[in-house]
């Protein structure tokens, strides 16, 4: 009997420290505690950069309205068009003008060329070359005056055709068809889901280290980073009901799945504390219960319930409890878990 005892020892510390010298099908890594950035989550409210209220800039009754409320608008379509037929008469004036000054140009040039030939010749006064010169200096400034009120048509009869100045969401109509508009009247307001920003109201207390570190990042609602930020507007004064300053964290362009009237989780980077730390990757999730596998020297891994905190960064995620400093764990829980198996179905055999 102690004769087997002592045979079953043996082989178990040859299994062991085969175990120990044999090379790990899974890359490790050692738990290490790490500078992180210490977060204050604070709710804001997403705002659009770009809203605008589109006003009439001629005047004349609505015969079309293409857009409403909660449509979207490409940049430079045609929101709605007034009545042209004022702008189009006076467009037709101001080209006929412009065709007469063209005319009396010509006309008082050829006058002036041959007036200045016969002057060459001393056969004419200087008064009557300066004559001439003042013909056609006026001939020409009245060209350019019916130039400038051709330009000043053309713009109006443009102005009766009201496009979007950019691609938006029509929020709200001013105006019903067969409306007489004049000029400022209010058609239409939108707002542009390309260029969004973040308002939140920081209380006294962290506007500071906010400050200073000058970092934030949108968070979702399992608390991961999501989106860009491009950066900070500080207001510089507090508001005197809540003692809180306003921040806007402006958002790179298209943010997609964020719209005007959001709440959302905005995290501020306000000081560093120093946490473990663990690759995202070796992570193991059964059912309810989030894990690692946890190496130990003799090279044999152990699964290992864990408690996790919010992500380092986009690699690393943060230990709150079930791992110590200098422990081993494995990168790849897939990989460990079958060498598990296998290590468990030799000692069997």
Avoid: C, W
């Amino acid at each position: 009997m102690h004769k087997l005892i002592a045979l079953v020892t043996v082989m178990a510390a040859v299994i062991t420290g085969a175990h120990a010298d044999e090379a790990l099908p899974f890359a490790t890594l050692p738990v290490v505690k790490q500078d992180v950035p210490k977060i204050q989550v604070l709710d804001g409210t997403v705002e659009a950069v770009n809203q605008t209220t589109v006003s009439a800039q001629t005047s004349g009754q609505v015969v079309e309205i293409l857009y409403d409320v909660d449509d979207f608008v490409e940049e430079g379509a045609i929101i709605a068009r007034l009545q042209a037929k004022e702008q189009t008469a006076g467009l037709k004036e101001s080209r006929a003008n412009l065709a007469e000054a063209q005319a009396r140009v010509k006309q008082m040039q050829q006058n002036y060329d041959r007036i200045k030939g016969i002057y060459d010749r001393k056969l004419v006064a200087r008064s009557k070359l300066d004559a001439a010169s003042a013909e056609l200096n006026a001939a020409k400034a009245r060209l350019s005056a019916a130039r400038a009120a051709m330009t000043k048509a053309e713009k109006q009869v443009d102005y009766t055709q009201v496009r979007a100045p950019y691609s938006g969401i029509v929020t709200e109509r001013h105006v019903e068809l067969g409306e007489y508009v004049n000029v400022g009247k209010p058609l239409v307001t939108g707002l542009s889901l390309d260029q969004l920003r973040v308002s939140v109201n920081v209380p006294q207390r962290l506007i500071n280290n906010v400050r200073k570190f000058k970092t934030a990042f949108l968070l979702s609602f399992d608390n991961d980073p999501v989106g860009k930020v491009k950066g900070l507007t500080f207001f510089p004064y507090a508001e005197p009901q809540t003692r809180t300053f306003k921040v806007r964290v402006n958002l790179e362009d298209k943010t997609p799945d964020l719209f005007p009237g959001m709440f959302v989780k905005v995290g501020f980077v306000t000081g560093k504390m120093s946490r473990l730390v663990v690759p995202v990757s070796a992570i193991a999730y059964r059912g309810e219960v989030t894990a690692v596998y946890v190496v130990d020297s003799e090279n044999k891994p152990h699964l290992r319930q864990v408690r996790l905190g919010s992500k380092a960064n986009h690699d690393m995620v943060i230990v709150l409890a079930g791992l110590q400093e200098g422990e081993t764990v494995a990168l790849d829980p897939v990989a460990a878990g079958i060498y598990l198996k296998q290590l468990t179905e030799k000692a069997h055999d």
